[in-house]
């Protein structure tokens, strides 16, 4: 809605976000929402789906719309959708020289690009491409406004524009409404209904994975490019990381550094990152008597992935890693925060300290467990006279007679 008011394209505009340094808010990340998703999905993706223009986009140079039609069946976009994505064909404003030159204003500086001719053939290519997909796999519909509009329908037509609900009016038809805008999904509902479900593209990638409608290694290359893009939140798990890390030839693992970038994020609950971070780490480990440097490379950007916001408890957050049973993952540990001038004696007693909990806990969950033996051991009870030893054996005080 921001580039229409602006007067500019939702692909073009994603892309000066990214350049400013900033992710594209798709989704919060957390349980709830994903559940509510689910079932948005699980209820509705019969009818299909309708993709506003920047998803059409991001689904396309993704190569899922194979995945969304898998998902949801059938696939529509609004007219006004393939509208704008015909306007991304610039005409060929080449000077004499055959090249052009655009200016841009990035960290406090202006930075030139300079374009020949064969940049711009390139380009077009490339556009005529994703829109042949787009139109292959999507119904191009009209826009369906409704006659007497919600006074916010009302309003955001007036302020952005006449087709910036054309995806939404869709989706109150009862199409999902699968958009990577969060907030325009948010809009959407309260704009054209209850009837307008929106999702994220990650929500369908991960009902497509749960569904075993694609394969573990296609549902991580895919969490990847949410990740180029910054697409935020991308959530994890330790077998993608491990399937991004094994599928990773580059010398820097790009890749995977990527999607690691949505470990031990500033909003993060640290202790179930961990839990990831460390699910990976014993898989990839666990046969590493002597560890390849791609081991220890995954190793070190991780651990800085989940440490780059914790300045209080960092060490407590290390210690929730460095106590696994894999010694040579603890040694690399220890020596990954003398190499980083971390306080090594500090990280050693954070260690005793969860050491402690978990043995604690251990005690606990046991009793508990006893308890239980011992409560079931003459199931049922009801009806039936209770022996003055047992109700001693389960703390119960043995009552006269």
């Given at each position: 809605m ?39 999905l699980v ?30 069946g ?7 959708t ?7 064909r ?14 841009a204003?990035h ?11 064969k940049?711009?053939r ?23 406004a ?37 907030f ?36 991580a290359?895919?969490l ?17 990381l ?7 030839k ?37 046969d ?34 460095a106590?696994?049973d ?64 047992h ?11």
């Amino acid at each position: 809605m921001v580039a229409a008011r602006l007067g500019r394209d939702s692909v073009g505009f994603a892309d000066y976000v990214r350049s400013l340094g900033h992710d594209i808010e798709t989704c919060i990340g957390n349980v709830p929402e994903q559940e509510t998703a689910r079932q948005v999905l699980v209820h509705h993706r019969a009818a299909g789906a309708v993709l506003d223009t920047y998803t059409a986009w991001t689904a396309a140079t993704m190569d899922i719309l194979d995945v969304l039609r898998a998902v949801c069946g059938k696939l529509a976009v609004p007219r006004s959708t393939m509208d704008e994505l015909q306007s991304l064909r610039a005409p060929d404003d080449l000077g004499a020289k055959g090249r052009s030159m655009t200016i841009a204003w990035h960290n406090g500086q202006f930075v030139r690009q300079m374009l020949t001719r064969k940049d711009v053939r390139a380009r077009e290519r490339f556009i005529a491409e994703q829109l042949t997909k787009i139109e292959r796999a999507c119904d191009v519909l009209p826009a369906a406004a409704p006659d007497a509009p919600s006074e916010l329908a009302a309003m955001l037509t007036d302020t952005f524009g006449t087709d910036v609900l054309d995806a939404a009016d869709l989706a109150a038809t009862g199409y999902v409404l699968l958009s990577e805008d969060m907030f325009y999904r948010q809009m959407a509902e309260a704009a054209a209904g209850s009837n307008a479900r929106g999702v994220c593209l990650q929500s369908v990638l991960t009902f497509a994975r749960q569904a075993h409608l694609i394969d573990e290694e296609r549902h991580a290359a895919a969490l990847v490019k949410l990740a180029w893009r910054r697409h935020s939140h991308v959530s994890l798990d330790g077998d993608t990381l491990f399937r991004t890390w094994l599928a990773d030839k580059s010398d820097d693992l790009a890749d995977f550094a990527a999607l690691a970038d949505y470990v031990g994020t500033s909003n993060a609950e640290i202790r179930s990152h961990a839990k990831v971070a460390l699910l990976f780490l014993n898989r990839a480990w666990q046969d590493a008597q002597t560890p390849s440097l791609k081991v220890m490379r995954a190793t070190g950007i991780l651990l800085e992935k989940l440490l780059r916001f914790r300045t209080e408890d960092w060490a407590l957050t290390l210690a929730l890693i460095a106590n696994t049973d894999l010694v040579a993952l603890q040694a690399y540990v220890e020596r990954w925060v003398v190499h980083h001038f971390l306080d090594l004696a500090a990280l050693r007693h954070a260690q005793d300290i969860v050491r402690a909990a978990r043995a604690r806990n251990r005690v606990i969950a046991s009793v508990a467990r006893s308890r239980m033996a011992l409560v079931t051991s003459n199931w049922p009870l009801k009806g039936r006279a209770v022996p003055r030893s047992h109700r001693q054996a389960v703390g119960q005080p043995a009552q006269r007679p």
